[in-house]
């Protein structure tokens, strides 16, 4: 059902739209974006889109409905970069079965086409969705720490070795 695509500069206007959307933006650490803005995030993240990493729009028919993400990422108080997996989708996406099946899709890719293991999902201690997601995916519930500021729970999920 749906199409994972990287991000482009020129979806600029798509990532500002979505920006505005409260349920895209809620438990975010950014702010909505007007399309200056939104080119200027993706133009400082495209970068970080090396070896297999990056960041992909979710398309659902013709329309970009959310993002996923496979970055290198680093907590507050850490040193150690972790592979962390990251998802979010437009309110009127939500109860669909989307940010399941997206991130199903970029955990699987994660695993067996990058070798990553284990991955990691920086989840909110308050996000009950996300962290249900996480769950049905067979992360598991880990220890709190700080990402970016905000206090979060780090989900971990490993292939069997």
């Given at each position: 059902r749906l199409v994972l695509q990287p991000w482009e500069l020129s979806d600029a206007t798509a990532l500002a739209r979505l920006t505005q959307d409260e349920g895209f933006v809620e438990f975010s650490t950014f702010s909505p974006m007007d399309?200056?803005?939104?080119?200027?995030?993706?133009?400082?993240?495209?970068?970080?889109?090396?070896?297999?990493?990056?960041i992909?729009?979710?398309?659902?028919?013709?329309?970009?409905?959310?993002n996923v993400q496979l970055l290198k990422q680093t907590l507050d108080d850490s040193q150690e970069t972790l592979p962390e997996l990251g998802y979010r989708l437009q309110k009127t996406s939500w109860g669909q079965g989307f940010a399941s099946e997206a991130?199903?899709?970029?955990?699987?890719?994660?695993?067996?086409?990058?070798?990553?293991?284990?991955?990691?999902?920086?989840?909110?201690?308050?996000?009950?969705?996300?962290?249900?997601?996480?769950?049905?995916?067979?992360?598991?519930?880990?220890?709190?720490?700080?990402?970016?500021?905000?206090?979060?729970?780090?989900?971990?999920?490993?292939?069997?070795?």
């Open positions: 399309i200056d803005q939104a080119a200027a995030f993706l133009e400082a993240r495209l970068p970080l889109c090396q070896s297999g990493f990056g992909w729009a979710v398309w659902h028919h013709d329309q970009i409905i959310g991130a199903s899709a970029l955990r699987d890719y994660a695993t067996n086409t990058l070798q990553c293991n284990p991955i990691h999902a920086f989840i909110d201690l308050n996000n009950h969705r996300s962290q249900s997601v996480a769950r049905k995916l067979g992360f598991l519930e880990g220890p709190t720490a700080r990402f970016k500021g905000s206090d979060i729970r780090v989900w971990s999920y490993s292939l069997a070795v």
